[in-house]
């Protein structure tokens, strides 16, 4: 027996006992090949399919089939065990030592890729796999309190996201054009916070999402007071504070690398996590290059919410589309809803929507967008909801709805 068909041998034989880990193994593999086996035929697949889980729900072994059978067999009986008993992700380890997370999707998920028996989303849309670390970035799943999950949790979730046109920009750093530590007009830039918190709030938004680097350590304490102090009529679930740089400094007792960080806030005001840049900006002049002057992180969440998992990407972490570690990361873990503050101009904008329209395709995902212009008094809101052809967008900033349910 070749090398190939012991390995869905074994796994055929695992299903019954473990079928999270057979689901790895089977959607490893089908990776792995990079397409389809020979022999691959929808049909007499479907068919095969449903014979492997009528053996499955009656407690027996499954018949050989067609891996790709296999692996739908599999989806479909973890499926029917996760409704018998409330379930966590599965984090799988490989003999190879690689760990995987299995979630359950939404009953409703689709996508463009998951409609073609082409790709593996048609086979397996009861449960989606992802890689516990990709290309040297590690990934945590967050789970949020039940009381803040609840209000998360809404068949059309209103947001407000864009930012401001009140000419204040960060204070670049003179040794580095793209270092920075405070906004040029703390109190300016206090008020344009506050009309848009308000006019969000007047609007029914849970979520609100400020542009990178619009969002000092000054304005951040000011925004969490606000939100602490206004918790009973603002409206708000998660606020998502921009971005800015931070020098490391740990209560005087050493340096750390510069690191641009966001803080994600409840509707109290306290930080329920923070994201930390992975992919610095860069930019040319010329014949040479000039980066942003932060060290990068190695590390990635995600929140876990009932219609699925939620990214927070700060701009260059969701729209890169060099051959880095970041190019590919989020088409590996499939997020329901991406939420990217972002700092840039026409070409970064163009960047982000053809990464969004790609993630729909792939996986159904809803992005928001909330971009600064750099240098100019320019901000823009932007919408990519799974089902359109084309992004909503407005300046400065954009009010819609997620419908988290199909």
């Known amino acids: 027996m070749a090398r190939d068909e012991l390995f869905v041998e074994r796994c055929r034989r695992l299903t019954l006992e473990e079928p999270a880990r057979a689901l790895v193994y089977l959607w490893c593999h089908l990776q792995e090949q990079g397409g389809f086996e020979a022999g691959f035929r929808r049909p007499e697949c479907e068919s095969q399919a449903a014979e492997a889980l009528e053996a499955l729900l009656r407690?027996?072994?499954?018949?050989?089939?067609h891996p790709v059978a296999a692996l739908s067999a599999c989806d479909e009986f973890l499926a029917a065990l996760d409704r018998r008993r409330r379930t966590r992700p599965r984090r799988i380890r490989r003999e190879d030592a690689e760990e995987f997370y299995v979630l359950p999707r939404r009953e409703d998920w689709t996508s463009r890729h998951a409609e073609q028996p082409g790709n593996?989303?048609?086979?397996?849309?009861?449960?989606?796999?992802?890689?516990?670390?990709?290309?040297g970035i590690s990934i945590e799943l967050r789970p949020l309190s039940r009381r803040l999950a609840r209000r998360l949790e809404v068949a059309r979730l209103p947001?407000?996201?864009?930012g401001f046109l009140d000419n204040v920009l960060p204070d670049w750093n003179e040794s580095s054009p793209y270092r920075c530590s405070r906004l040029k007009d703390v109190e300016r830039r206090w008020r344009s916070v506050v009309a848009l918190l308000e006019k969000a709030?007047?609007?029914g938004a849970v979520l609100v999402v400020f542009p990178e680097l619009t969002v000092d350590s000054e304005i951040l304490r000011r925004l969490r007071r606000w939100l602490h102090r206004e918790r009973r009529h603002h409206g708000f679930s998660l606020v998502v504070a921009g971005s800015f740089h931070e020098d490391g400094n740990v209560d005087g007792g050493g340096h750390e690398p510069r690191r641009n960080v966001s803080s994600i806030l409840d509707a109290f005001g306290r930080e329920v996590f923070r994201h930390t840049k992975i992919r610095?900006?860069?930019?040319?002049?010329?014949?040479?290059?000039?980066?942003e002057d932060i060290e990068g992180s190695t590390h990635v969440e995600l929140l876990q919410l009932g219609f699925g998992l939620v990214g927070v990407a700060l701009c260059l972490d969701f729209c890169e589309e060099a051959e880095?570690?970041?190019?590919?990361?989020?088409?590996?873990?499939?997020p329901a809803l991406m939420i990217v503050p972002s700092m840039g101009g026409k070409s970064t904008i163009n960047a982000h929507e053809r990464k969004a329209r790609l993630l729909a395709r792939q996986h159904g995902t809803a992005t928001v967008v909330a971009s600064q212009h750099p240098k100019e008094n320019a901000a823009l809101g932007l919408f990519w909801d799974a089902d359109q052809e084309l992004p909503d967008r407005e300046t400065p900033a954009f009010h819609g709805q997620i419908s988290t349910r199909k």
């Open 59 to 65: 407690g027996e072994e499954p018949p050989r089939v």
């Open 120 to 135: 593996l989303g048609f086979w397996m849309r009861r449960h989606q796999v992802i890689p516990a670390q990709h290309r």
């Open 159 to 162: 947001f407000t996201t864009g």
């Open 201 to 203: 709030s007047r609007r």
């Open 280 to 291: 610095p900006f860069r930019t040319s002049k010329g014949e040479a290059f000039e980066e």
């Open 324 to 334: 880095t570690a970041v190019e590919r990361l989020w088409s590996a873990v499939g």
